[in-house]
């Protein structure tokens, strides 16, 4: 599963149908259940251990790499690895059912360095060592007000919320969303780090487009515009 995550993620973000992403669990128990640990004896101990992190880090770092909006659909558990694939999503909406936790601590092992960067920037350094410190685990409404979540509805109404949120934005101009999302990503990073200039000409590249053009005449025509991503 891990290492299917980079070759999807690319795929749908060459897909110029697809405008918005969702990734959710199967069924309405669990967006992930945590790792299988009695594989861990065999799959992620000594040496192996460091192959088994990578395909997590490849995997999170592809999703994180993703240009256009992905949006978490939280039903029930999200344990473990689960929290660190809900954190590479720009949205988080969660089932006032779901329940959170990284249970790293109560098994003795590493968390990748890259997982924890991404919590830490989440959540900020106080509420992510909490998490892992504990390793408890934390409701829903407790998650929201730590910064995990943006919103919490109940459990029958999330796929329809869902829904409308991804189609509200589908709505928008793509280029738009996406040179923003660029630039968030971009300064969230150091100083000395940051591509200012990928950022900018795709800022830029918003004035020249089609879309542009689109969405002046529609508002003053007083009609719905229709963006097409050029």
Not at 142 to 148: D, M
Not at 161 to 169: G, K, L, S
Request: proline share 4%; aromatic share 8%.
């Amino acid at each position: 599963m891990w290492r299917q995550i980079p070759e999807l993620a690319a795929e749908l973000d060459a897909d110029r149908d697809v405008h918005v992403i969702v990734m959710r669990g199967a069924g309405d128990e669990a967006f992930v259940s945590g790792a299988d640990i009695s594989e861990f004896s065999e799959l992620r101990i000594g040496d192996t251990a460091a192959q088994y992190d990578a395909d997590n880090v490849r995997a999170f770092d592809a999703l994180h790499a993703v240009k256009k909006p992905l949006i978490a659909m939280i039903h029930g558990f999200c344990i473990g690895g689960g929290v660190a694939l809900a954190s590479c999503a720009d949205l988080r909406y969660a089932a006032d059912d779901a329940v959170f936790a990284v249970p790293a601590a109560r098994l003795g092992l590493g968390y990748p360095l890259s997982g924890a960067q991404h919590l830490v920037r989440l959540l900020g350094p106080a509420h992510a060592k909490e998490l892992f410190f504990t390793a408890r685990r934390f409701p829903a409404q407790q998650a929201l007000r730590l910064g995990l979540l943006t919103e919490v509805v109940p459990k029958d109404e999330l796929d329809a919320r869902v829904r409308e949120v991804a189609e509200e934005i589908a709505n928008n101009a793509p280029l738009t969303i996406r040179a923003f999302k660029l630039a968030a990503q971009e300064l969230l990073k150091p100083a000395a780090e940051r591509s200012e200039e990928a950022a900018t000409e795709a800022i830029k590249a918003c004035f020249f487009s089609e879309d542009y053009r689109e969405g002046v005449q529609a508002f003053l025509g007083k009609r719905k515009p229709k963006f097409t991503g050029r």
